[in-house]
Structures are given as structure tokens and as C-alpha cells.
């Protein structure tokens, strides 16, 4: 499973970017799917989370701002973020779950998903 992610660029504070997953021909049906970002010197972080059953969970420093979807359809995540705030500054990824049914085991256990893509850059700033 290859994942490509897209939409990153810079924004100013307050201002509003969507991110885009997509694995090309493969399909998404079974995967859990999440976001992670990782900003420079810091840790890994988990920002959300969604299942095959549309059951979504979000980082406390993303709720209320950002919100996950997914089109299995046409096999592509989304990662609508608003109000953006410099410390959102970070790549981000994403990645897919293949051992957890469907859920997001991988990404409640801090990041143990079975495929990542190469990342996208953030860069909030004024």
C-alpha cells in the first residue's frame, strides 16, 4: 500500500488548509486511517483518527479545529484544519492501519500503523 499525501503549504495564523491521503489504486475499505505530524525536535503526535465505521478521534490540541474524513469511494483521507495556529507548524502523514479491523488500535497505541507516507509540510506563520 503506497500512501501519497498532498495539500501542505503555508498559511497564516487563522487561516485554513485540507490535506489529502490518497493510495493511488489500492483500496482503503479495511484500513483504519489516521494523521500524524511531527514538527522539528519534537516527538511524533497523533492528530486523528478514523475508522471503517466513520468513528473519529482527535489529539486535545486539534479538537474543535481540525476535522477527518474519508471517501472510500475514491480511496483518498482527508484532514480539514482550521483556525491554524503556529505550533500546528510540522509535517504531516499519513498512515494506515491493517492489523486492527478496521479501527484505530495503531494509532491509540502512539503510532503503530502498518503504512506511512512521505509526509507533508505545514508552515503556519505570519
Known amino acids: 500500500l503506497q500512501l501519497v499525501e498532498s495539500g501542505g503549504g503555508s498559511v497564516q495564523p487563522g487561516g485554513s488548509l485540507t490535506l489529502s491521503c490518497s493510495a493511488g489504486?489500492?483500496?482503503?475499505?479495511?484500513?483504519?486511517m489516521a494523521w500524524f505530524r511531527q514538527a522539528p525536535g519534537k516527538e511524533r503526535e497523533g492528530v486523528s483518527c478514523?475508522?471503517?465505521?466513520?468513528?473519529?478521534k482527535y489529539g486535545d490540541s486539534v479538537k474543535g479545529r481540525f476535522r477527518i474524513s474519508r471517501d472510500d469511494a475514491k480511496n483518498i483521507i482527508y484532514l480539514q484544519m482550521n483556525n491554524l495556529r503556529p505550533e500546528d507548524t510540522a509535517t504531516y502523514y499519513c498512515?494506515?492501519?491493517?492489523?486492527?479491523?478496521?479501527?484505530?488500535?495503531?494509532?491509540?497505541?502512539?503510532?503503530?500503523?502498518?503504512?506511512w507516507g512521505n509526509g507533508t509540510l505545514v508552515t503556519v506563520s505570519s
Open positions: 478514523i475508522t471503517i465505521r466513520q468513528i473519529k
Open positions: 498512515a494506515a492501519d491493517s492489523d486492527s479491523l478496521g479501527g484505530c488500535s495503531g494509532y491509540d497505541a502512539g503510532g503503530n500503523m502498518d503504512f
Open positions: 489504486g489500492s483500496v482503503l475499505d479495511f484500513y483504519g
